[in-house]
């Protein structure tokens, strides 16, 4: 591993603990009501069926997001593969 990434994971991920997606019901609850709160009202016009790309998923919980939500073409990409791995 690089020293770039080995740095970079020596961080904790911002969601780490109770707050990733093994984590606890609340603290996943809070997250979606961020989502549904900021981010939905740009993305509320996008059709269902359109192509979406997340960069830097991370563990994707805003694609399990989009998904609850009916989008269908979704997909995520994060240079951590033990991010993607969760």
Request: glycine share 16%; hydrophobic share 25%.
């Given at each position: 591993?690089?020293?770039?990434?080995?740095r970079l994971y020596e961080q904790p991920?911002?969601?780490a603990g109770e707050g990733t997606a093994?984590?606890?019901?609340?603290?996943?609850?809070k997250r979606e009501d961020f989502f549904e709160y900021a981010i939905f009202p740009f993305l509320r016009d996008i059709p269902r069926h359109a192509r979406?790309?997340?960069?830097?998923?991370?563990?994707?919980?805003?694609?399990?997001?989009?998904?609850?939500k009916g989008y269908e073409c979704i997909?995520?990409?994060d240079i951590s593969a033990e991010r993607t791995a969760q």
């Open positions: 591993m690089n020293d770039f990434r080995r991920p911002v969601d093994k984590g606890n019901e609340r603290s996943g609850r979406i790309l997340e960069i830097g998923c991370g563990s994707g919980e805003f694609l399990e997001y989009m998904r609850k997909r995520g990409i």
